[in-house]
């Protein structure tokens, strides 16, 4: 029995909108336990100095992770293990992990020793505060989080090489129940250390999820110094990736420094809003993302550009296409999904109303976003890997120079302005929503960018991107009015005093709202939502451990 649910688990899936379905799936899965982790912590702490601590102080592993674990990542490493021999895998992924605890392990000791200057440079109010010692500790703590999570992707490579999903997904799963854990059983006993000593579970559990894989493959990495002719090519290539990603980790650092000068509880619901939001991101935009990557860099190919072409417009449309539904319903049912998830304990009404009107801001950047991944794999299948780094830098600038600006803006003027129009108007510490704008013009602004770099590589690509957008930007606003339309029928119903009242209607707003999304894209005969309906029913039809694996190449031994 056991071995008959890990054949399933373990099963391939060849199919890019059966992956992309099978890892939203289970992506959804990680996401609600992400959103199960922020109601305890909003219960618990509400929108205060707890949890303004702990996020602040999970940005430095973030910028470790970008800048050194980033360095042998699946991302370029699935491109040269493709079509390598079990041995050369083997070699491959012996010298990158150690690479990795080497270059990476030296960092983490040297932001250990000094995380109290550098905690007072970026924070200088939250290092004076009364839980300085237990801030500190847990900002050293976390430095362990960007090794093992390194590691994770240099044996996820195998993982998506041999198009295990299932597994692959799982990992953010178990990577949450370790928070959950060490929220709700460590924290009372150790205090904000103790939530530390969950992430750390939780990420030796994402890392443990590959190694079946490892094993079934053959090749499980071993104690192996770095040779110079074999890592220099994969850190050349990784170079560009992992200070792009860098980047956006110095760009999040920086406006969440901007934040927590805001005043007390700004970090936390811009956290809180950019987690809500990334549940759309990872079930839309990181889905396709992640299922295309291995097909486009088998595509990478001169003499197979079109079908790269094929592989990236097919992916982006439905990025496009579902994210702009998604837009709509979120900015009618914000502030349903605030109190369902976060209105609880000492999340008050004013947090609420906040992170609703965060949530709707960072939306609107939700399709962008999405583009952003996608493009940036189909550069990297390419190793056309300094673009993304360009445009990043381009980015994060324009984010962080936008904050500055806004927030040197005179309060009576557009700050306050659109904080009215967000109906937030009266709520204290609205600058934040200028800094959550910032980052999502940034977004837009990156996503033109990494459009206008596809021309070079899927000629005509942008056009086919035409019709999704204008037949999603029909079907968010039919969505958006049809929930909205519910909510006002609804409204003299029962009183919204109780999470089933607030759910209920909610619910049956966004259910009302989808099907006329589906309605619309059925008459406007939208090829994306013929093709979703498709793939759910194979998806569902088929059973997976009867899905074909990815053919070998000529040089590469039969899966085992």
Same mark, same amino acid.
């Given at each position: 029995?056991?071995?008959w649910?890990f ?7 060849r ?10 799936a289970?992506?959804?899965?990680s996401?609600v ?11 618990? /702490? ?31 490493l ?22 990795? /605890?080497?270059i990476g ?6 932001l ?15 290092a ?13 703590m976390?430095l362990l =989080?960007p ?9 996820g ?5 041999h198009r ?7 990992s953010p ?8 854990m ?6 009372p ?38 040779r110079?002719?074999? !890592? ?9 990736? @992992? ?22 509880g ?9 987690n809500?939001?990334?549940v ?14 291995p ?13 790269f072409?094929?592989?990236l ?5 439905h ?15 914000r ?6 998830i ?25 399709a962008?976003?999405?583009?952003v991944?996608?493009? @940036?794999?189909a ?13 990043q ?7 962080v120079?936008?904050?500055?600006f806004f927030?040197?803006?005179? +309060?009576?003027g ?6 009215? /129009? ?7 510490g609205? +600058?934040?929503?200028?800094?959550a704008?910032a ?12 459009l206008?770099?596809?021309w ?16 999603g ?27 089933a009242?607030? /759910?209920?209607e ?5 259910i009302?709202?989808?099907?006329? +999304? ?6 406007l ?9 498709? @793939?759910?029913?194979r998806?569902i039809?088929?059973? !997976?451990?009867?899905t ?10 039969? =899966?085992?």
């Amino acid at each position: 029995m056991v071995r008959w649910i890990f054949e399933r688990i373990a099963a391939p899936v060849r199919g890019l909108h059966q992956a992309a379905y099978l890892l939203a799936a289970l992506t959804l899965a990680s996401q609600v336990l992400a959103l199960l982790r922020d109601r305890a912590f909003a219960h618990a /702490f509400g929108a205060g100095q707890v949890l303004d601590l702990y996020y602040a102080a999970f940005r430095v592993p973030d910028l470790v992770f970008a800048l050194v674990s980033s360095l042998v990542s699946a991302y370029v490493l699935i491109p040269r293990i493709t079509g390598m021999d079990r041995e050369a895998v083997r070699r491959l992924l012996s010298e990158s992990a150690t690479f990795l /605890f080497g270059i990476g392990g030296l960092v983490c000791v040297v932001l250990a020793v000094f995380m109290p200057q550098f905690l007072t440079f970026l924070y200088p109010s939250f290092a004076a505060s009364t839980q300085q010692s237990e801030f500190i500790l847990l900002a050293r703590m976390l430095l362990l =989080q960007p090794l093992l999570l390194g590691l994770s992707g240099i044996l996820g490579s195998v993982t998506q090489v041999h198009r295990r999903f299932m597994l692959f997904a799982i990992s953010p799963v178990l990577y949450n129940l370790g928070i959950i854990m060490g929220a709700v059983f460590f924290y009372p006993v150790w205090g904000l250390p103790g939530i530390g000593a969950g992430v750390i579970i939780g990420a030796l559990a994402y890392l443990l999820v590959n190694i079946p894989v490892i094993m079934d493959a053959g090749v499980i990495p071993r104690f192996r110094l770095p040779r110079f002719a074999l !890592m220099m090519p994969v850190i050349r290539d990784s170079v560009p990736r @992992s200070l792009a990603l860098g980047m956006g980790s110095i760009t999040a650092l920086v406006l969440t420094a901007f934040a927590s000068r805001i005043g007390t509880g700004a970090v936390s619901v811009f956290t809180f809003a950019g987690n809500l939001q990334a549940v759309p991101l990872a079930l839309i935009g990181s889905s396709y993302a992640v299922a295309a990557f291995p097909a486009l860099s088998e595509a990478s190919a001169l003499e197979r550009r079109e079908e790269f072409t094929g592989i990236l417009s097919a992916s982006a449309r439905h990025v496009i296409l579902w994210s702009m539904v998604s837009l709509g319903l979120i900015v009618v049912l914000r502030a349903h999904i605030v109190r369902v998830i976060l209105g609880t304990g000492a999340f008050d009404w004013n947090a609420t109303r906040l992170t609703a009107a965060l949530l709707a801001v960072l939306a609107v950047g939700l399709a962008a976003q999405g583009l952003v991944l996608l493009f @940036s794999r189909a550069l990297y299948a390419v190793r056309q890997s300094w673009r993304p780094l360009a445009y990043q830098i381009a980015g994060g600038v324009l984010s962080v120079l936008l904050a500055m600006f806004f927030l040197s803006m005179p +309060a009576a003027g557009f700050p306050a302005t659109f904080a009215a /129009f967000l109906k937030v108007g009266d709520v204290p510490g609205t +600058a934040i929503l200028l800094v959550a704008l910032a980052a999502t013009l940034g977004q837009i602004f990156l996503a033109l960018l990494s459009l206008v770099a596809t021309w070079a590589i899927s000629p005509g690509l942008a056009r086919t991107l035409i019709r999704p957008l204008t037949d999603g930007g029909v079907a968010a606003l039919t969505a958006g009015a049809a929930a909205y339309g519910t909510l006002v029928i609804e409204g003299g119903i029962a009183p919204l005093t109780t999470l089933a009242a607030v /759910f209920t209607e909610g619910c049956i707003a966004g259910i009302v709202g989808l099907c006329a +999304a589906g309605l619309t894209l059925f008459f406007l005969e939208n090829k994306e939502f013929l093709i979703v309906a498709d @793939s759910i029913s194979r998806l569902i039809r088929v059973p !997976m451990n009867r899905t074909s694996a990815l053919a070998p190449s000529a040089e590469e031994p039969a =899966q085992p």
